[in-house]
T-cell receptor
């Protein structure tokens, strides 16, 4: 069973701090990874994609991929209350589908 | 519209009824995916299409679930003889290419009573 694992949280950080979200995956054949943000009652929204080892930065968000350790992370700098949401990690499966983790709930306290 | 459109937004069905959920992907998107999301859980893969071909249906939980995309655009997910455990949000997503990233619709919330 190919899986994507995330700590369900909740992860609570103060406003302005760095939030660190982590994810591991079991399928060594996975090539592409994505972070989605999902507000309560809404559909997932793509915030980052990463395809190669290393870091990828986009504004306050940095995605990190380590294929040897099968580990993906998302850092959110200068966290804002509006960042409070569930963050979903996803990786591609061998059939081209996209497999999601259960999500980590982030709460940013003012 | 510019996004993935799903209908209905909400559906209440009595146990044993059949339901059909519709997904209209972004125009020109090749790939279309269906996911089931229970409360507090991540989206669970059901099935996906490239154009009209259903390439993977390994996530469909039982033979009561059936999906089609006959002309390679609009897709319908049909659930026969609904059960209470089918209550969930059904998400449709599409992708411009053969691989993700995916753009999600607003989902259909199905409640089976």
């Amino acid at each position: 069973q190919k899986e994507v694992e995330q700590n369900s949280g909740p992860l609570s950080v103060p406003e302005g701090a760095i939030a660190s979200l982590n994810c591991t995956y079991s399928d060594r054949g996975s090539q592409s990874f994505f972070w989605y943000r999902q507000y309560s009652g809404k559909s997932p929204e793509l915030i980052m994609s990463i395809y190669s080892n290393g870091d990828k930065e986009d504004g306050r968000f940095t995605a990190q991929l380590n294929k040897a350790s099968q580990y993906v992370s998302l850092l959110i700098r200068d966290s804002q209350p509006s960042d409070s949401a569930t963050y979903l990690c996803a990786g591609t499966g061998s059939q081209g589908n996209l497999i999601f983790g259960k999500g980590t709930k982030l709460s940013v306290k003012p | 519209g510019a996004g993935v459109s799903q209908s209905p937004r909400y559906k209440v069905a009595k146990r044993g009824q059949d339901v059909a959920l519709r997904c209209d992907p972004i125009s020109g998107h090749v790939s279309l995916f269906w996911y089931q999301q229970a409360l507090g859980q991540g989206p669970e893969f059901l099935t996906y299409f490239q154009n009209e071909a259903q390439l993977d249906k390994s996530g469909l939980p039982s033979d009561r679930f059936f999906a089609e995309r006959p002309e390679g655009s609009v897709s319908t997910l049909k659930i026969q003889r609904t059960q209470q455990e089918d209550s969930a949000v059904y998400l449709c997503a599409s992708s411009r290419t053969r691989v993700p990233p995916l753009h999600f619709g607003n989902g259909t919330r199905l409640t089976v009573t």
